[in-house]
Every structure is written in C-alpha cells, then in structure tokens.
Nanobody
Framework: QVQLVESGGGLVQAGGSLRLSCTSS?????????MGWYRQAPGKQRDMVAF???????RYTDSVRGRFTISRDSAKSTVYLQMNNLKPEDTAVYYC???????WGQGTQVTVSS
C-alpha cells in the first residue's frame, strides 16, 4: 500500500516562497507515477494546482502558472512544489496525490498573510 507524506507548509508573507515536498513509499512504483498537487481552502472544493506525468510533462492551473513549479526526484521518491510570489488567495491545505494508486497524503497547511 503506497503512503504519501507531505511537508514544507507554513506561514509566509505575500510575495514570499515555500517549497512543499511529497515523499511516497510502499510501492516499487513510488516516485515515478503521475502525481498531482491539489489544494482546498475553507468552504471550497479541492482543486488541482499542478500535475506531473510519469514522463515528466507538467501542467498547472491558470492562477499559479508562472509562479509555481512541480518537479520530482525519482531516486528519492519525492515530488516538490516550489511556490514563489505567494498571494493570500493561495492560502489552503495542500495535498499530494498518487494518480496511479488514487492515494492522498494527509495535507499540509499553507497560509499567506497580506
């Protein structure tokens, strides 16, 4: 059973940066599957933020394109989300998801103050 553990969230001022990490374990496919970062703000649905395919192609939701970068280190079974120029509207709980196993991490809180 694959397990995902996120880290790197926190409180940052608008314009600042954070890097989230999602480390997977429990499968020989850990670290090479298609993976996504999602976020959920209070009272809102969970939406995709960034996605990386097994082949390394990436895509982003419009509101973060040019500010966020998704990447992976397959040797460490870790997917990253580099978030720059953060805005208060980026405040949410961020989750990673293994698309192959349809498994979610526990989430990490990101709070951006104005």
């Amino acid at each position: 059973q694959v397990q995902l553990v996120e880290s790197g969230g926190g409180l940052v001022q608008a314009g600042g940066s954070l890097r989230l990490s999602c480390t997977s374990s429990g499968s020989e496919l850990s670290g090479i599957n298609a993976m996504g970062w999602y976020r959920q703000a209070p009272g809102k649905q969970r939406d995709m933020v960034a996605f990386i395919t097994a082949g390394g192609s990436t895509r982003y939701t419009d509101s973060v394109r040019g500010r966020f970068t998704i990447s992976r280190d397959s040797a460490k079974s870790t997917v990253y989300l580099q978030m720059n120029n953060l805005k208060p509207e980026d405040t949410a709980v961020y989750y990673c998801k293994d698309d192959w196993y349809d498994t979610w991490g526990q989430g990490t809180q990101v709070t951006v103050s104005s």
